[in-house]
């Protein structure tokens, strides 16, 4: 059944990945970004041409989202993605709270006014780092793995990590300010009455992400490698071993699709990622770009980053069981993806990431 949509981070590239694949689902899109992302001005042509109605407003700034149209869903696609954030320097830990968790409120403010239903788009970030850092690996075709007969803390497996899994601090600012975001939304629904779906995501990845390590790790490897730019293996031995799976946002678009309709009331939160069949290491992408584009050589720095783990795949068994939730874009089709648009787009770096 269609819809009318609305889109917070429009031009970013997952706002925007969805809202071509929703309206041409038959949906009525339309969305708003702030565009202080290098790169979303690009976007921003695409979507017109298109046919997507596209405003300038700041998730922030609640008489921005007063002016705007009723819709009725909105999916928050907004946010400061990076786990650095607050603690590298580079912004401070107020914007942190301002983007994620006050540009929420602001949101479901919009919902309660307008009797709109809410999709937020959370984190694997949301998960604590303590276990996860504790967790046992080793280094598999150097890919580090869960040892196996290990005894895993609740809602650990080989199969990654579901939901009852601790969400106990310390998770990042970024990974509270999410967490926060989900308490949240999950009141505001119970409270005035409007559906609210939390979708938490593991890394999404396609051609066209941005070319930031934060904001798109396999992105900004190929996009590197290919263009001879420096990159370093940061932690754990310097090796790049650790492991991360990858999700097309296209693939969320049948989930979001239930979700509008509503058909089912619980559970209210789900994991949706690529999963333990998605996943791979820093090495192995790098052995997958050396055989795509040719040899590069990368730098190791043993020291590891504040809330750095190992290893991070999702589980997405709760969502499969309830929604019918499934990949579609294989890990290989991701990295050709990304691969093309890096060589189509030899700026990328650049325009996207200055």
Known sequence: MPMKILISG??????????????????????????????????RVELKRRGIKVLHADVRSATDLDALESAEFVVDAAANPSVLAGVDGKSSSRQVVEHNLSGTINLLEYCKAHRSGFVLLSTSRVYAISGLSALEVESVNGA?????????????????????????????????????????????????????????????????????????????????????????????????????DALHPRDL??????????????????NVAGGADQCMSLAQLSAWCAERFGPHEVASEPQPRPFDIPWMVLDSGVAKATWGFAVSTPLDGILEEIALHAEKHPDWLELSAP
Do not use: M
Request: charged share 15%; proline share 5%.
């Open 10 to 43: 429009i031009c970013g590239f997952v706002g925007s990945t969805l809202a071509l694949a929703l309206k041409a689902g038959g949906h009525e899109v339309f969305g708003f970004d702030n565009f202080i992302r290098p790169g979303s001005e690009r976007n």
């Open 144 to 244: 580090y793995q869960p040892v196996a007969g290990q005894d895993f803390s609740q809602g650990l497996s080989a199969r990654g990590v579901a939901e009852t899994y601790s969400t106990g601090a310390p998770i990042s600012l970024y990974g509270a300010t999410k967490l926060a975001s989900e308490c949240l939304a999950l009141e505001y629904g119970e409270t005035f009455g409007f559906p609210v779906w939390v979708n938490r995501c593991g890394v999404l990845a396609g051609g066209g992400q941005f070319g930031r390590a934060d904001q798109g790790i396999f992105s900004y490897w190929i996009n590197s490698w290919l263009w001879k730019k420096p990159l370093k293996f940061i932690g754990f031995d310097g090796l790049g071993s650790q492991v991360r």
């Open 253 to 270: 678009v049948p989930l979001l699709e239930k979700q509008f309709v509503g058909e089912k009331t619980s559970p209210r939160i789900v």
